[in-house]
């Protein structure tokens, strides 16, 4: 059997969804068929055997599709495997250090009985969308701070979680 994977996100300029995208190209490259879509496209989880939620963390909050998300598919998702993700420090704490889940997601991570999640760095480039992002771009704090390379050592452990499962 080969699991279909949803990964989904809400993200506000971008770059949590290229953070799926990875996470998607890893599981698939684990041999799982796998999707990356936007939190506020998903209609339904059900074709799905495991879900992978991101979310883009502003001012200590996940982003609110991400959000709306799990509140909306909170009863099917309860019966699935899920993993959380969260992409939002700009600089490299999230490189130096397991950050843990902000409290809403900590909560999410309870409620569905989620099976991990991470934290990455986050990216906030030049044309940023929003008052606050643009004063943080145009202050200098702005840059890219992902580590693909701990994206993909992330998405391949849910891979080879759901391939042992497989074959138990």
């Given at each position: 059997?080969?699991?279909?994977?949803?990964?989904?996100?809400?993200?506000?300029?971008?770059?949590?969804?290229?953070?799926?995208?990875?996470?998607?190209?890893?599981?698939?490259?684990?041999?799982?068929?796998a999707?990356?879509?936007?939190?506020?496209?998903?209609?339904?989880?059900?074709?799905?055997?495991?879900?992978?939620?991101?979310?883009?963390?502003?001012?200590?909050?996940?982003?609110?599709?991400?959000?709306?998300?799990?509140?909306?598919?909170?009863?099917?998702?309860?019966?699935?495997?899920?993993?959380?993700?969260?992409?939002?420090?700009?600089?490299?704490?999230?490189a130096?250090?397991?950050?843990?889940?902000?409290?809403?997601?900590?909560?999410?991570?309870?409620?569905?009985?989620?099976?991990?999640?991470?934290?990455?760095?986050?990216?906030?480039?030049?044309?940023?969308?929003?008052?606050?992002?643009?004063?943080?771009?145009?202050?200098?704090?702005?840059?890219?701070?992902?580590?693909?390379?701990?994206?993909?050592?992330?998405?391949?452990?849910?891979?080879d979680?759901?391939?042992?499962?497989?074959?138990?």
């Amino acid at each position: 059997m080969t699991d279909t994977v949803l990964v989904t996100y809400g993200t506000t300029n971008g770059s949590t969804a290229e953070i799926a995208e990875a996470v998607a190209d890893t599981l698939r490259e684990g041999g799982l068929t796998a999707r990356a879509l936007p939190a506020r496209s998903v209609t339904s989880v059900a074709p799905y055997d495991a879900v992978v939620v991101g979310g883009g963390l502003y001012a200590g909050r996940w982003h609110k599709d991400a959000r709306w998300f799990v509140r909306r598919h909170r009863a099917q998702l309860a019966h699935t495997p899920v993993w959380l993700f969260s992409s939002g420090p700009l600089d490299s704490s999230a490189a130096d250090r397991d950050i843990p889940p902000v409290r809403g997601v900590r909560r999410t991570m309870d409620r569905l009985d989620a099976r991990g999640h991470v934290t990455f760095g986050g990216c906030l480039k030049e044309g940023a969308e929003g008052r606050i992002a643009k004063m943080i771009v145009s202050s200098g704090k702005g840059g890219d701070f992902r580590d693909f390379d701990a994206v993909e050592k992330w998405a391949k452990g849910i891979a080879d979680s759901l391939n042992q499962r497989d074959h138990a």
